[in-house]
């Protein structure tokens, strides 16, 4: 997380600054039995499903982030925030927690893919289509908070420092960012998996398959990208997460078995379509290295 250093607020209303719904947004495209979002394959923006099945799973995952913060939602000190805005916003579990937490506050959700949204929404929630690969169109200094949170499948590998210069730009002085992204580097408590290891060869086919498309690698960055745009107080956190229960430790136990089934799942979700439409993997092989990197994955021995 970082601050902006304070200025003058300049309020505006959420609805007037980005793209209308249109039919592009709803359209859908099938590969190897997972539905994805058309204009985010057509345009490479995002290449994970955004169906049902994706939809557990990220529920799954703001569960295991939940419990992995604690139950904490915000970090940085905001009693009475009054505008918040969350990039890449998808199932909107964090923005809707943010927005039911804080009833005063206008939380403004956007996020290229308008499906995953649940039905029922609280009344200060605003969700809005667009692509953050593009410039933000929000007036300056207009946001207490910008969180973005798993959002390097999502954001070009050139944008990220225009990105951060972005949220810096629509964030009021005295205002924050709070970033949170999955590293993909898997590494064993035990040193007992090597390179011949399916997960490892996952993990370097899935960074292959972005490579010059996304910085997988970006959660090193974050703080020198949030100084580089000009915030201060820069603060920033690794924490391991297990594939599967293996700590003595309850609470990383918990965490862990909880983590599990995200694990399971995203191996498949997440590398899918990158496998076999980027690195031209038959499909066959694709099944058998995500099989083989789950079965890895949910092996307490590995102390993955
Ligand atoms: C891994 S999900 C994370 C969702 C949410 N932030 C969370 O933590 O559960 C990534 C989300 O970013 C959205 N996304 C990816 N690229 C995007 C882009 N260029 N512009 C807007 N949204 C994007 C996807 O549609 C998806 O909903």
Same mark, same amino acid.
């Given at each position: 997380m970082a601050r902006q250093a304070p200025l003058s607020p300049h309020p505006n209303h959420p609805e007037e600054n980005t793209a209308e719904l249109d039919e592009r947004y709803l359209e859908t495209v099938f590969y190897h039995n997972r539905e994805y979002q058309q204009y985010a394959i057509s345009n490479l923006s995002y290449l994970a499903p955004t169906d049902e099945d994706e939809i557990e799973r990220l529920h799954i995952m703001h569960d295991v982030l939940s419990r992995t913060f604690d139950g904490r939602l915000i970090f940085p000190p905001l009693p009475r925030p009054r505008r918040i805005l969350d990039c890449g916003? #998808?199932?909107a579990s964090w923005a809707s927690e943010v927005a039911e937490q804080h009833p005063r506050c206008e939380v403004i959700g956007v996020d290229i893919?308008?499906? @995953?949204?649940?039905e029922e929404m609280p009344e200060n929630l605003y969700l809005q289509v667009d692509d !953050?690969?593009? &410039?933000?169109t929000f007036p300056s200094h207009n946001f207490d908070l910008v969180h973005s949170q798993m959002m390097a499948p999502g954001i070009h590998s050139t944008r990220w420092r225009h990105y951060l210069q972005d949220i810096f730009r629509v964030t009021r002085g005295g205002g924050w960012c709070q970033m949170v992204e999955l590293y993909f580097n898997v590494q064993s408590d035990n040193g007992s998996l090597t390179d011949a290891h399916a997960l490892q060869q996952w993990s370097s086919r899935y960074l292959e398959s972005m490579e #010059? !498309?996304?910085? !997988? &690698?970006?959660p090193l960055r974050l703080a020198n990208l949030m100084r580089d745009a000009g915030f201060v107080d820069v603060e920033h956190r690794i924490i391991p997460l297990h594939t599967c229960g293996w700590s003595t430790d309850q609470r990383e136990y918990e965490i862990g078995v909880a983590n599990r089934e995200n694990v399971q799942r995203l191996l498949s979700s997440m590398a899918l379509y990158p496998f076999t439409? &980027? !690195? #031209? @993997?038959?499909i066959q092989d694709a099944h058998l290295l995500i099989a083989r990197a789950r079965l890895e994955a949910d092996n307490p021995a590995f102390k993955v």
């Open positions: 916003y #998808g199932t893919n308008p499906s @995953m949204q649940p !953050l690969n593009r &410039r933000f #010059g !498309l996304k910085d !997988l &690698r970006v439409e &980027r !690195l #031209g @993997m038959p």
